[in-house]
């Protein structure tokens, strides 16, 4: 299967190289690597071989998480298999998109699947537990008739590491435009709806955690809390996320008790703000356009709407 390995970037800062390290080390051959660059400064684009690759260089403000890899795919739709990374992800072994490939070619009825991420290597508790709870060591193959089982976590993917069959992909038109993230969410669902079958496949693995801050967090949630009431089908179709959060406060409470407790005050703190994040997103139409851009991790969004 030809593959085509999507990569956006801005600022992709220190860890870039060891990024494309990663992907010289990968034993499947990669048809095409595209960078879609939205205007870095920082050398991003010197690390770069444009003899090897496909550089697509777009303005900042014109970037939208699902806009812009659909564009990206539109520009070179020449694969079987278009797989997509970010800037911040590190193969962590040479097989992880051979892994990706082999399980597509193995069950015709998968249009997508999506890898493990490990924390990174300097990761911190809480980013650390968020990485083993939300990617276990289990791989899993779901599909619609598993959302009564899973709830919302049905449609749990990543837009970090994750590849996509093109006919399945062509078949529920590719990313939607638009959407302030959540991207790799709506393809998912759309997906399964559609009656193809996803995997999460712990054998494909990356490095991939980030140290947000309290603040960081309430936005983070914010945002969610937009995607969500935007996309009231998800919860029509998949169920609601309040009972998720509650799983994963008590997971994250055992697992820094047992590691650092001193970091419970920060571990609640940062949970109050994420709930009070998701609620504002929720209810976003009732705030000020102001305090909408504020509150959002995603400012290029709300210059759009």
């Known amino acids: ?46 690390l770069i071989n444009e003899e090897t690759c496909d550089l697509i260089q777009i303005d900042k403000k014109d970037f939208d998480h699902g806009g812009t890899r659909q564009m990206a795919t539109e520009t070179f739709p020449d694969a079987d298999v278009f797989v997509f990374l970010t800037q911040d992800a590190i193969l962590a072994e040479p097989d992880a ?16 699947v999506y ?24 791989s899993k193959v779901k599909s619609m008739e598993d959302a009564d089982r899973y709830g919302i ?26 959407s302030i993230l959540g991207e790799d969410v709506l393809i998912a669902g759309k ?3 559609d009656g193809w079958k996803m995997a999460y496949l712990s054998h494909s693995k990356i490095h991939h955690s980030h140290d947000y801050s309290a603040i960081e967090e309430f936005k983070r949630y914010f945002d969610i809390g937009v995607f969500h009431v935007n996309n009231q089908w998800i919860f029509e179709k998949f169920g609601r996320a309040e009972s998720e959060g509650l799983k994963y406060l008590k997971s994250e409470l055992n697992y820094t008790f047992k590691h650092n407790p001193l970091l419970i005050p920060k571990c609640l703190f940062a949970t109050g703000a994420k709930l009070v994040g998701y ?9 000020p356009v102001r305090l909408r851009k504020s509150f959002s991790m995603t400012k290029a969004y709300w210059s759009r709407t």
């Not at 924390?119 to 968020?130: D, G, I, Q, S, Y």
């Open 115 to 138: 890898g493990r991420q490990l924390p990174h290597k300097n990761a911190k508790v809480l980013e650390t537990h968020a990485r083993l709870f939300n990617y276990p060591a289990v």
């Open 1 to 46: 299967m030809l593959v085509n390995l999507f990569i956006p970037t801005l600022n992709a800062g220190k860890i870039w190289k060891e990024v494309l390290d990663g992907l010289a080390k990968q034993n499947y051959p990669i048809s095409r690597l595209v960078i879609i660059d939205s205007g870095s400064t920082d050398g991003t684009l010197d």
């Open 279 to 287: 609620k504002l997103g929720l209810h976003y139409f009732s705030l």
């Open 97 to 112: 998109i051979a892994v990706m490939v082999q399980a597509l070619e193995e069950n015709p009825k998968l249009g997508m």
């Open 153 to 178: 976590r049905t449609i749990s993917c990543s837009n970090s590491f994750a590849a996509y069959r093109k006919t399945a992909f062509l078949a529920v038109h590719g990313f939607p435009s638009g």
């Open 191 to 193: 997906m399964l709806l």
